[in-house]
């Protein structure tokens, strides 16, 4: 038996568990990882930022999240909200391969006889 990866411990346990897991990790990579590569990519190909530079961006971002700015938000919660979106467009075809069970039960289309 192979040992369990980061993934499917990431999708144990119940739905709550699951989904509080993801937002964790994903609202987490809104708050650290994406300013930091927003930085990177702004420094790459606008030139330097107006103020000292990363610890003065990311001053900014917290502070903006204080302030309750939408786009400081948005960037917060943007990683979650994509996730949702592809489960949301792709949940029909995970329903029709198998790996979601139907609505109406196994074996019944829905369809009365």
Same mark, same amino acid.
């Given at each position: 038996?192979?040992?369990?990866?980061?993934?499917? !411990?990431?999708?144990?346990? +119940?739905?709550?568990?699951?989904?509080?897991?993801?937002?964790?990790?994903?609202?987490?990579?809104?708050?650290?990882?994406?300013?930091?590569?927003?930085?990177?990519?702004?420094?790459?190909?606008?030139?330097?930022?107006?103020g000292?530079?990363?610890? +003065?961006? &990311?001053?900014?971002?917290?502070?903006? &999240? &204080?302030?309750?700015?939408?786009?400081?938000? $948005?960037?917060?919660?943007?990683?979650?909200?994509?996730?949702?979106?592809?489960?949301f467009?792709?949940?029909?075809?995970?329903?029709? +391969? $198998?790996?979601?069970?139907?609505?109406?039960?196994?074996?019944?289309?829905? !369809?009365?006889?």
């Open positions: 038996m192979r040992a369990p990866t980061w993934f499917s !411990r990431l999708n144990a346990g +119940s739905r709550r568990e699951r989904e509080w897991r993801w937002f964790r990790l994903l609202a987490g990579f809104g708050l650290l990882g994406l300013p930091l590569c927003v930085f990177i990519a702004g420094r790459l190909t606008l030139g330097a930022y107006e000292s530079g990363l610890f +003065s961006f &990311l001053g900014t971002f917290y502070l903006d &999240l &204080l302030k309750l700015k939408f786009t400081a938000w $948005g960037l917060l919660l943007g990683p979650w909200l994509l996730f949702q979106a592809v489960r467009t792709s949940r029909p075809a995970r329903r029709l +391969s $198998g790996r979601l069970p139907s609505r109406h039960g196994p074996g019944n289309s829905g !369809r009365s006889r």
